[in-house]
């Protein structure tokens, strides 16, 4: 994957993945993302390529992960926050039925044509709090915005989400970072979002509200099943 050059002077993995080499990331898309990549998420991710804050984008296999995802769990009603030039807003739209939905906010709009919120998403979700008809009405929840927020973003959402529905966290391994060392030099914005990042990990793993999966894939997503 392309990488910019402040990210070679760092000790940061090279590739958005994980995984151990680029070889092995660079198979796995090869292999089995690219040639099933409908025409649409590839047209658009090939012009999010050449946008300044293409870093934010999620990778081509995490949005093939959530679209089987979404599929497996039947989502009809769903709801992202933190849309950029909509590759993930893209995976969810094409796997849900012809009556799904889904609510989307950021705080930039490009153009979509769908719910769309622009505006910072937290006053949005505290007035659908506060209007009482949207809980427990939401089957899967992708959260890809303002890490900072997270948990902010969790103590609302775990209302909106229904009992058995997902949420998902995205970045919650953040480059790699959650396990740098103290002095490592990482670059500003990871350093700062590094600790909202470890204390959301650290409380998803004890709220006994939710059921929680962290998985490996892009830059790490947390799944939390709300169990009641
Ligand atoms: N899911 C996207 C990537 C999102 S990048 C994709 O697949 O491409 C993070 C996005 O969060 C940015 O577009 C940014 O504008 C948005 N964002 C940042 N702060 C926000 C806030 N407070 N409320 C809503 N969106 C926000
Ligand atoms: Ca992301």
């Known amino acids: 994957m392309a990488t910019n050059g402040e990210a070679g002077r760092h000790q940061e993995v090279g590739h958005k993945s994980l ?4 070889a092995l990331y660079q198979y796995i898309l090869e292999t089995s993302v690219y040639p099933r990549e409908p025409e649409a998420m590839k047209e658009l991710r090939e012009i ?6 293409n870093i934010m984008t999620t990778s081509a296999d995490e949005g093939q992960f959530l679209n089987m995802l979404l599929k497996l769990i039947n989502a009809k009603n769903t709801m992202e926050i933190g849309v950029y030039t909509g590759y993930s807003l893209l995976a969810t739209a094409l796997a849900l039925p012809h009556d799904g939905k889904i609510l989307a906010m950021d705080i930039n709009r490009e153009n979509y044509e769908i719910e769309f919120k622009e505006g910072p998403a937290l006053p949005v979700l505290d007035q659908m709090i506060q209007d009482g008809k949207y809980q427990g009405s939401y089957d899967f929840i992708f959260v890809d915005a303002d890490k900072d927020n997270y948990l902010n973003y969790h103590k609302r959402l775990i209302d909106l989400v229904k009992v058995g529905g997902l949420i998902g966290y995205d970045n919650t391994l953040w480059n790699g970072s959650v396990v740098a060392p103290a002095d490592a030099p990482l670059r500003k914005y990871v350093r ?13 793993a004890a709220d006994p509200r939710i059921e929680i999966c962290q998985l490996p894939v892009g830059d790490g997503i947390t799944l939390c099943r709300r169990v009641y």
């Open 19 to 22: 995984l151990q080499s680029d």
């Open 192 to 204: 700062y979002y590094r600790d909202f990042v470890l204390e959301l990990n650290k409380e998803l």
């Open 48 to 53: 999010t390529a050449n946008h300044p804050w």
